[in-house]
Nanobody, 126 residues
């Protein structure tokens, strides 16, 4: 049974940093893609970043390039999202999602992901 558990959200001032963690279990990590998505009130869920856990290939939404970094630790079965220079518009519930990797799907689209965590809230405010 695939399980994804997010942690690390919280309140941060604009310009600050947070690191989100996604602890995974129940599947063979090497064959999956794991992504971070976010949803702000009244907005659609949008893809932020994803990583092919097998070879570490990373993908980013334009809105976070240069500020966010995704990484994975195979031994801990955990995927991280380091968020720097946070802006008020980054505030949202952040979700970890996963699916088996294959060529073709846009894994920054929420529709491409089958498994989801419950989310962690990020608030960016002074």
């Amino acid at each position: 049974q695939v399980q994804l558990v997010e942690s690390g959200g919280g309140l941060v001032q604009p310009g600050g940093s947070l690191r989100l963690s996604c602890a995974t279990s129940g599947f063979a990590l090497d064959y999956y893609v794991i992504g971070w998505f976010r949803q702000a009130p009244g907005k659609e869920r949008e893809g932020v970043s994803c990583i092919k856990t097998g070879d570490g290939t990373e993908y980013y939404a334009d809105s976070v390039k240069g500020r966010f970094t995704i990484s994975r630790d195979h031994a801990k079965r955990t995927v991280y999202l380091q968020m720097n220079n946070l802006k008020p518009e980054d505030a949202a519930v952040y979700y970890c999602a996963a699916d088996i990797w294959s060529y073709g799907p846009n894994y920054l689209s929420a529709h491409a992901m089958s498994y989801w965590g419950k989310g962690t809230l990020v608030t960016v405010s002074s």
